[in-house]
């Protein structure tokens, strides 16, 4: 019988030469003789890929690195890697988020992923993982791979890297980001002509769908929004997320991973969880739309995030009174620097900015701006409802 070897591999973008012997720390830096390794002793792998030019990780990383408790102990069990450098990585394989600046992937010596781990909210790259969640993810991984378990193999292609990218001719030769990864593609598929501006939302989150796993335990539900995907679902707090779709799951990067892979039109789910020792199947019904999602954290995404241009003062208390505006609701004053685009549409000093086309958004001017940012693309119409002399009005604007 054939045995099945798992890996975790470390991907990191900085310059120095790999190394083709493990440190004495026990993480590789060379690819070819992880792989050997892993081959050899039969062990899975862990590889991490990590970005060390960003700030962002970089305490979690260190603790990682350093084989903090209780990663020392499942540590082991895996062939360790840290690769520094993804110009010569093959995308085929290494398939995962690529604006995050670390991630790690668990895998057999037969290059086959059973589970990523390293996923972050829109406001921390840390908030969605922990030393512990990475250990507890090793350990799932290491039972799948004693049991032989992997996930669906993909067909063999040839590699193909970053610099096979039409559009990378344009890169420069110094160390890449991985972000570069994910401009290249949709560069290439824009001028192919097959990128749609739906493609843009990728990566949603769990909380998309409704689910909020354990940081510690990444596929053990500890919240379920109501009336969300997840809550009409029928999915509990304590339920254990087995699979999503075709994905195994071990973490929340796993459940990212699942979600990316449904149409942003929507559809039916079907899920696996394990509750009080029985395995029940599940349908999450996903909506048109569904994944659209803060994604003004991605570098990625820079330069097709608009930006309103709006500058001006908070509504005061009496002219909310007066206006009959509940306090919640985001409401401002244009002052007297009225951008062009914004006069293109016809803004005026004092106008009151309200809506956003039809509805209010709660918070602050700075929310107000947000909203506009997180949830379009340049080039995309908008209505804004402002007031000008007590009197709304709805005004269309072009975002740039």
């Given at each position: 019988?054939?045995?099945?070897?798992?890996?975790?591999?470390?991907?990191?973008?900085?310059?120095?030469?790999?190394?083709?012997?493990?440190?004495?720390?026990?993480?590789?830096?060379?690819?070819?003789?992880?792989?050997?390794?892993?081959?050899?002793?039969?062990?899975?792998?862990?590889?991490?890929?990590?970005?060390?030019?960003?700030?962002?990780?970089?305490?979690?990383?260190?603790?990682?690195?350093?084989?903090?408790?209780?990663?020392?102990?499942?540590?082991?069990?895996?062939?360790?890697?840290?690769?520094?450098?993804?110009?010569?990585?093959?995308?085929?394989?290494?398939?995962?988020?690529?604006?995050l600046?670390?991630?790690?992937?668990?895998?057999?010596?037969?290059?086959?992923?059973?589970?990523?781990?390293?996923?972050?909210?829109?406001?921390?790259?840390t908030?969605?993982?922990?030393?512990?969640?990475l250990?507890?993810?090793?350990?799932?991984?290491k039972?799948?791979?004693?049991?032989?378990?992997?996930?669906?193999?993909?067909?063999?292609?040839?590699?193909?890297?970053?610099?096979?990218?039409?559009?990378?001719?344009?890169?420069?030769?110094?160390?890449l980001h991985?972000?570069?990864?994910?401009?290249?593609?949709?560069?290439?598929?824009?001028?192919?002509?097959?990128?749609?501006r739906s493609?843009?939302?990728?990566?949603?989150?769990?909380e998309?769908?409704?689910?909020?796993?354990?940081?510690?335990?990444?596929?053990?539900?500890?919240?379920?929004?109501?009336?969300?995907?997840?809550?009409q679902?029928?999915?509990?707090?304590?339920?254990?997320?087995?699979?999503?779709?075709?994905?195994?799951?071990?973490?929340?990067?796993?459940?990212?991973?699942?979600?990316?892979?449904?149409?942003?039109?929507?559809?039916?789910?079907?899920?696996?969880?394990?509750?009080?020792?029985?395995?029940?199947?599940?349908?999450?019904?996903?909506?048109?739309?569904?994944?659209?999602?803060?994604?003004?954290?991605?570098?990625?995404?820079?330069?097709?995030?608009?930006?309103?241009?709006?500058?001006?003062?908070?509504l005061s208390?009496?002219?909310?009174?007066?206006?009959?505006?509940?306090?919640?609701?985001?409401?401002?004053r244009?002052?007297?620097?009225?951008?062009?685009?914004?006069?293109?549409?016809?803004?005026?000093?004092?106008?009151?900015?309200?809506?956003?086309?039809?509805?209010?958004?709660?918070?602050?001017?700075?929310?107000?701006?947000?909203?506009v940012?997180?949830?379009?693309?340049?080039?995309?119409?908008?209505?804004?409802?402002?007031?000008?002399?007590?009197?709304?009005?709805?005004?269309?604007?072009?975002?740039?």
């Amino acid at each position: 019988m054939k045995t099945w070897i798992g890996i975790v591999i470390t991907f990191l973008c900085v310059s120095h030469d790999c190394l083709a012997q493990p440190p004495k720390s026990g993480w590789y830096t060379n690819w070819n003789s992880a792989l050997a390794e892993a081959e050899r002793t039969q062990k899975p792998l862990l590889v991490v890929i990590r970005c060390e030019q960003c700030a962002e990780f970089g305490k979690l990383d260190a603790e990682i690195n350093r084989l903090k408790a209780p990663l020392d102990v499942v540590a082991n069990d895996f062939i360790l890697v840290r690769l520094t450098r993804i110009e010569n990585i093959d995308l085929n394989l290494f398939d995962f988020d690529y604006d995050l600046t670390w991630v790690g992937l668990l895998m057999n010596a037969q290059q086959q992923i059973y589970a990523r781990y390293g996923s972050r909210s829109p406001e921390d790259a840390t908030s969605n993982s922990s030393v512990a969640g990475l250990a507890n993810t090793m350990k799932t991984v290491k039972t799948w791979h004693d049991q032989q378990k992997k996930q669906p193999p993909g067909a063999s292609k040839k590699a193909f890297t970053i610099r096979d990218f039409q559009s990378a001719t344009k890169l420069g030769r110094g160390c890449l980001h991985c972000h570069q990864i994910a401009e290249c593609a949709r560069k290439d598929r824009q001028e192919a002509g097959t990128w749609q501006r739906s493609d843009a939302w990728i990566y949603p989150p769990e909380e998309t769908v409704g689910l909020t796993t354990s940081i510690d335990e990444g596929n053990l539900i500890k919240a379920v929004a109501p009336k969300s995907a997840a809550a009409q679902a029928g999915l509990q707090v304590g339920d254990r997320l087995t699979t999503l779709g075709t994905t195994a799951i071990a973490s929340s990067s796993d459940i990212q991973f699942a979600l990316n892979k449904m149409p942003f039109a929507g559809g039916k789910l079907p899920a696996t969880i394990k509750r009080a020792g029985k395995e029940i199947e599940v349908s999450l019904m996903l909506p048109e739309g569904w994944k659209k999602t803060d994604q003004t954290w991605r570098p990625s995404m820079l330069n097709l995030l608009p930006n309103l241009h709006a500058t001006g003062t908070e509504l005061s208390a009496d002219d909310r009174k007066l206006l009959k505006i509940p306090s919640e609701v985001a409401a401002f004053r244009q002052d007297k620097f009225v951008h062009s685009t914004l006069r293109s549409a016809g803004i005026l000093k004092d106008d009151i900015y309200l809506g956003i086309n039809g509805k209010t958004v709660a918070g602050t001017k700075e929310d107000f701006l947000k909203a506009v940012r997180s949830q379009f693309l340049v080039g995309e119409k908008i209505t804004l409802t402002i007031i000008r002399d007590g009197e709304e009005q709805n005004l269309e604007i072009t975002l740039k």
